[in-house]
T-cell receptor, first 113, second 111 residues
Framework: NAGVMQNPRHLVRRRGQEARLRCSPM?????VYWYRQLPEEGLKFMVY????????ESGMPKERFSAEFPKEGPSILRIQQVVRGDSAAYFC???????????FGQGTRLTVV | QKEVEQNSGPLSVPEGAIASLNCTYS??????FFWYRQYSGKSPELIMS????GDKEDGRFTAQLNKASQYVSLLIRDSQPSDSATYLC???????????FGTGTSLTVIP
């Protein structure tokens, strides 16, 4: 059973471009969480999704950020018109049910130049 | 008050000693509690989960939960240098759907 798969592992974007981060949850997991982590800082919650639904997006900036988890395919975190402050590690975690154990992917390191 | 608070450390213990990591949380109705280990530059790795009051043991790790005191801890027995990492406490609160993470405690095990 493969773990949570995130791609790309590293992503470099110029200011103003779009960044698209993908997360394939573990088999049988229908709950996906996205977190952002800056160097030497903790994990900041961004969004929680179940298949085809956004359950909680309270941690996600209203502007430029969006997330989806379609019926088929991976969950996508999209950042439009990236700025230098978006540079961070973005982690996805999946869980088989709400409030259950969540397992993390390897993360995507986004660098905005 | 932060939702989940941890002593940021750093915490240093000699090899073979017991390392004790502590965490408090704000929502009295919280029901799910987790400890993660994160090596520098890597992703968080789930170590323990605990849902009811008392102790839960898994190998060298013991998680302790006291809901009345809103306190959860992690004990690492016979600490090894490979245990050197940042340990993150996570709580799934009654209100809301997300896992709230503490800022982590940095542990160094000295050979």
């Amino acid at each position: 059973n493969a773990g949570v798969m995130q791609n790309p592992r590293h992503l470099v974007r110029r200011r103003g471009q779009e960044a698209r981060l993908r997360c394939s949850p573990m088999k049988g997991h229908s709950h996906v969480y996205w977190y952002r982590q800056l160097p030497e800082e903790g994990l900041k919650f961004m969004v929680y999704l179940q298949k085809e639904n956004i359950i909680d997006e309270s941690g996600m900036p209203k502007e430029r950020f969006s997330a989806e988890f379609p019926k088929e395919g991976p969950s996508i975190l999209r950042i439009q018109q990236v700025v230098r402050g978006d540079s961070a590690a973005y982690f996805c975690a999946s869980s088989p049910y709400a409030r259950g154990e969540a397992f993390f992917g390897q993360g995507t390191r986004l660098t905005v130049v | 008050q932060k939702e989940v608070e941890q002593n940021s450390g750093p915490l240093s213990v000699p090899e073979g000693a017991i390392a004790s990591l502590n965490c408090t949380y704000s929502d009295r109705g919280s029901q799910s509690f987790f400890w993660y280990r994160q090596y520098s530059g890597k992703s968080p790795e789930l170590i323990m989960s605990i849902y009811s009051n008392g102790d839960k043991e898994d190998g060298r790790f013991t998680a302790q939960l006291n809901k009345a005191s809103q306190y959860v801890s992690l004990l690492i027995r016979d600490s090894q240098p490979s245990d050197s990492a940042t340990y993150l406490c996570a709580v799934n609160m009654k209100t809301g759907n997300q896992f709230y993470f503490g800022t982590g405690t940095s542990l160094t095990v000295i050979p």
